[in-house]
């Protein structure tokens, strides 16, 4: 049981190199990379990754990759994943307000700094769970069914014991997912106060 999750665990680790590395290339190459075409690379990087490839190594890439950022929550990954589908679209705004809120609550306490622990409400803690159905139906009644799906799957993994971790908050949240929310609020901002400045010269009288 445990070679077959470190299996899975390997599998993930792979995809999600071969689809971080299709967005790097779509950023650095400032194109959109077709549906198909990043399906392909995401295949061949994942490929890359997932099978030893000697040289010394004696594990998968991926391992070492694992090694240093541990295992990604389902939500990161289906957000990522997501990159690929050809109807993506951009992640709401207010959700990543709400990643940034839970983490900047979460971890300083998490880490020690406060009588409270709220790692510790992942192992079973109903009121968690509660929290978290609950922010699945304000994702539907906000019309995003993607992220009623993303929440729904993430308790699922959690129930099943996909991962290692037997703790809720290991699905929900991670510190990249985290860093990315925090990074998307002021860039988003400001994407929009450019957009407004832009809007106004381009329609300034005379």
């Given amino acids: 049981m445990n070679q077959y999750m470190q299996l ?4 993930e680790m792979s995809i999600t190199c071969g689809v971080v590395i299709t967005i790097l290339l779509q950023k ?24 030893p490839l000697g040289m010394s190594l004696e594990l998968p890439l991926s391992a070492y990759v694992r090694g240093v950022t541990g295992d990604l929550s389902i939500v990161s990954l289906l957000l990522l994943w997501d990159t690929l589908l050809p109807s993506s679209k951009k992640t709401p705004f207010a959700f990543k ?8 609550f979460f971890y300083p306490l998490a880490l020690g700094f406060g009588m ?29 069914t993607k992220g009623v799906w993303i929440y729904s799957l993430a308790i699922i993994a959690w129930a099943a014991h996909w991962h290692e971790s037997a703790n809720l ?3 929900l949240l991670d510190p990249f997912l985290a860093t990315w929310a925090l990074y998307a609020i002021p860039s988003a901002v400001l994407r929009k106060r450019r957009e407004k400045a ?4 381009l329609f300034r009288s005379g």
Wanted: charged share 5%; proline share 3%.
């Fill in 169 to 171: 908050w290991d699905y």
């Fill in 97 to 104: 307000v709400s990643i940034t809120l839970v983490a900047i």
């Fill in 8 to 11: 899975i665990a390997l599998l």
């Fill in 116 to 144: 409270l622990d709220p790692y510790a409400w992942g192992y079973g803690s109903i009121g968690l769970l509660i929290a978290v159905i609950l922010s699945a139906i304000l994702c539907g009644l906000a019309g995003w």
């Fill in 198 to 201: 832009q809007s106004g010269y």
């Fill in 28 to 51: 650095v190459l400032q194109v959109e990379i077709p549906w198909l075409i990043r399906l392909v690379i995401v295949l061949f990087f994942g490929n890359a990754f997932f099978w």
